[in-house]
């Protein structure tokens, strides 16, 4: 087999991979003394024993060591009485399949197993037979109903298992330095350990802390695979297939990534003589460490990225795989990977460089969803739709891969309908018997469908499927199904603010109330006065949770003006019906404070939130940017370029506050700029000018007073009566004309669109410099010529001019 099939998700257990089931049982807080000898052999607390066999053989066992000690220390030879001993011990062990299938009957053979690895085997190897009929026992191979039935003890075997890892004999083992008589069966030990692990991370719910105190184990385990990983040992496997079994967990992703998993995968990746399938093992690992935002950003960091893209010459590649097993396993790893570490960038160029990726991975949903099990190769469905629910963040992703991406086996004519009806076809997910994988399908089907519905050339296809329609009402008007938390990943959100969120864009989940206020606040004005007659400001706060940290010493900062009153979701929000909640609190506010951050961009509630308050009510906004390095693009950009905006970290927390409040009580300065709109003919739209204050000034040769700016601004748009964003390829270029800009730039850059200059005259703000050094390099590129900064300021003039025009 190319890889184990994992199974984090229980409906995979189905494709599970022949697993030899040596599970042995144990008994939590064995504690053992021999008196005279000062070694440890286990007792239990009486108490918790319901069966009398358990302490009979664990006297046994202990008269038995007694013995063992005895003849080793002197000349007498006791060999009778200790062959006596041993058959009655194996008597014993022979008669636990005679007892009922329960956990007692476990903790009985896992005593066995412990004493004979931790104290009978230091002594001598000659007694093997006790641990092949503990091997042997019945119950071994009826283990799963039992972690089926009863968490806690599920939990109780899989850390004491994992404990066995730390007896002396074991690191021993691990390390290399066991006495070779003793290889043979620390090996079958070993063996045991892994295999018994693994099945019980079938059934196991892990907790966030739980393998804090197993981080030296692992550091153990990973010096094992990396001084043995060019070996034929079978050990090595199915450490691999344990290891990819563990960190399926996202939950233990920071305790394999303080073990330093990473440092050790991305060096096995880089070894090209290892076998196809420890690489393939290897990919998979490294998938999984990436599923968490934590394990993505320590790849990253690591030089993953590159790593991965340099194996796919040797592992993706058919001329020289020659039909591996497991190829197809490989490819959609690698896809997933790639997606999962790489930044989508809200480009044509990313989408081209990235197709064969879209590809592959729109195509294995495809196959998957011709499968009566929902798999495609070894992996559920719900593998490749989780990651395109991350990519399908991007604008320009979704509409290639509704749009262009080439599909085979594909009978609908649009994908649109072929992900609706994929969403109608899980909608059984969330029942009694519930299905893990199933559940996480239905969960991202339900974001993908989101992101969907933002865009009006695919609302018809979805307000016209009766069926889907029904399916989403149905969630949606269920607050149960807000239960359901833990199927919500990453980049994702819950099904119940998903199925809320689709039927809002398509115009079926908007309340009367909601109506009657877009109606009236659409006829005001777009720069509405924020003092009413009680001089109180109401303000609203849009957000991204990740960022609430922020949120709150904003909040805590603002409250200390008395005329503010402030509206934020984790002061207000107090029924399931949040939406509700936060619409009206839009409707109120007089101005709203966007915290603009990566994650606000790439957030689908943020967006539901800026289009209702920007589009739909016209409010007056102020976005707020939480970091130095990010600029807004995508749906966002175009949505707040223009409108003046505050940056925190360029200058003092309190400051910044400052320019808040001065900006929030400017109503006097936009009235102005109000009258300059109506002389200049300009559009309507609340576009503003991007920059603060302290930004305005791009070089000081640039503007030399306010009155020069003005003129500047009226003699360019004196001859142009139609709005900047509906501005065409041809009146671009007469833009460049009359601002005698470089042609050869027009022709490099080549926009098509006026927004297309608005988002990049505000991207040019932080430092133009930095953007004018890369101009430059591609410049000579592609002219084999020198772009001299004087050129390049008159764009940058230009641009900065137009900023003023659309204030």
């Not at 590809?359 to 998957?368: E, K, P, V």
């Amino acid at each position: 087999m190319f890889l184990s099939r994992f199974r984090p998700l229980r409906s995979e257990k189905k494709l599970e991979s022949h697993v030899t089931h040596y599970l042995i049982p144990f008994h939590p807080k064995m504690k053992s003394t021999i008196d005279d000898q000062n070694n440890d052999i286990p007792v239990v607390d009486p108490s918790s024993v319901k069966n009398s066999l358990f302490l009979d053989l664990q006297e046994s066992l202990y008269r038995f060591q007694c013995m063992l000690v005895q003849q080793s220390s002197t000349d007498d030879t006791i060999e009778c009485n200790i062959n006596n001993h041993y058959q009655s011990i194996l008597d014993k062990i022979q008669s636990i399949d005679q007892l009922e299938y329960t956990s007692e009957t476990f903790d009985i053979v896992h005593m066995v197993f412990r004493t004979y690895i931790s104290d009978i085997l230091p002594l001598t190897d000659k007694y093997e037979d006790i641990l092949s009929f503990v091997l042997s026992t019945k119950i071994n191979f009826n283990l799963e109903a039992l972690f089926k039935e009863n968490e806690s003890f599920t939990r109780r075997v899989f850390f004491s298992t994992h404990d066995l890892l730390a007896l002396p004999n074991m690191i021993d083992y691990l390390e290399g330095k066991q006495k070779e008589t003793q290889t043979y069966q620390l090996k079958i030990a070993m063996s045991v350990i892994i295999n018994r692990l693994q099945l019980i991370s079938t059934w196991i719910t892990f907790e966030k802390d739980d393998f804090n105190d197993q981080e030296s184990i692992l550091r153990l385990l990973l010096k094992f695979i990396n001084s043995n990983i060019h070996s034929d040992d079978s050990i090595i496997k199915q450490l691999f297939n344990l290891l990819i079994f563990l960190t399926e967990k996202t939950i233990l992703v920071p305790s394999f990534i303080n073990a330093g998993f990473v440092i050790y995968i991305l060096q096995w990746l880089e070894m090209e003589q290892l076998p196809y399938e420890i690489q393939g093992s290897c990919i998979h690992i490294f998938y999984n460490l990436a599923q968490k935002i934590e394990g993505a950003k320590a790849l990253n960091q690591a030089d993953g990225l590159r790593i991965l893209k340099d194996c796919t010459y040797r592992l993706l590649d058919p001329n020289i795989i020659n039909g591996q097993h497991g190829f197809e396993n490989m490819q959609l790893l690698y896809c997933m990977a790639m997606s999962l570490l790489i930044e989508p960038k809200q480009n044509r160029e990313y989408v081209k460089n990235h197709r064969r990726i879209l590809d592959y991975l729109l195509q294995s949903i495809i196959d998957a969803s011709n499968m009566d099990n929902f798999f495609y190769a070894d992996f559920h469905i719900s593998r490749p739709i989780v990651v395109l629910t991350k990519l399908f963040v991007q604008d320009e992703i979704i509409k290639y891969v509704l749009d262009e991406a080439p599909v085979k086996n594909f009978p609908l004519s649009s994908k649109v309908e072929f992900f609706a009806n994929l969403l109608i076809r899980f909608r059984g997910a969330l029942t009694m018997d519930e299905d893990e994988a199933n559940a996480l399908a239905l969960t991202a089907l339900f974001n993908i469908l989101w992101s969907i519905s933002f865009h009006d050339e695919y609302l018809s296809q979805l307000q016209t499927n009766r069926q889907f329609l029904l399916t989403v009402k149905t969630f949606a008007y269920d607050t149960s199904v807000m239960e359901y938390e833990r199927y919500v990943f990453a980049n994702m959100s819950s099904i119940f603010k998903a199925a809320n969120g689709i039927l809002l864009n398509l115009g079926e989940n908007i309340s009367t109330r909601v109506h009657e206020s877009s109606n009236i606040t659409v006829e005001q004005p777009l720069v509405t006065s924020i003092a009413n007659p009680s001089n109180r400001i109401n303000v609203m706060i849009s957000y991204s949770h990740t960022n609430a940290d922020f949120c709150h010493d904003l909040v805590n900062a603002l409250q200390k003006d008395p005329r503010l009153d402030i509206w934020v979701d984790f002061i207000y929000c107090r029924s399931g019906d949040l939406w509700e909640e936060i619409s009206e609190a839009i409707e109120n506010a007089h101005v709203i404070l966007f915290i603009i951050t990566k994650e606000y961009q790439s957030s689908k509630s943020c967006r539901q939130e800026v289009m209702y308050a920007r589009d739909t009510l016209k409010k007056r906004f102020i976005p707020i940017y939480l970091k130095n390095d990010f600029v807004a693009s995508s749906w966002l950009g175009i949505r707040i370029v223009g409108a003046q905006y505050i940056r925190f970290g360029k200058r003092s927390f309190g400051d910044s506050i400052t320019e808040i409040l001065n900006l929030m009580d400017d109503n006097t300065s936009q009235k102005q700029k109000q009258n300059v709109f109506k002389q200049t003919q300009m559009p309507t739209t609340p576009i503003a000018d991007p920059v603060n204050v302290q930004d305005k000034i791009l070089d000081k040769n640039l503007h030399t007073s306010q009155n020069r700016s003005i003129e500047l601004i009226m003699n360019a748009v004196a001859d142009q009566t139609k709005p900047i964003e509906q501005w065409t390829f041809e009146d671009i270029n007469q833009w460049f004309e009359q601002n005698n800009i470089e042609p050869k730039l027009k022709d490099l850059y080549r926009f098509q669109h006026g927004n297309d200059l608005l988002l990049y005259g505000q991207c040019l703000q932080p430092n133009w410099q930095y953007e004018y050094a890369d101009m430059r390099e591609r410049y000579t590129r592609e002219y084999n010529d020198i772009l001299y900064r004087d050129q390049f300021v008159l764009l940058v003039g230009a641009l900065n001019r137009l900023q003023y025009i659309q204030q």
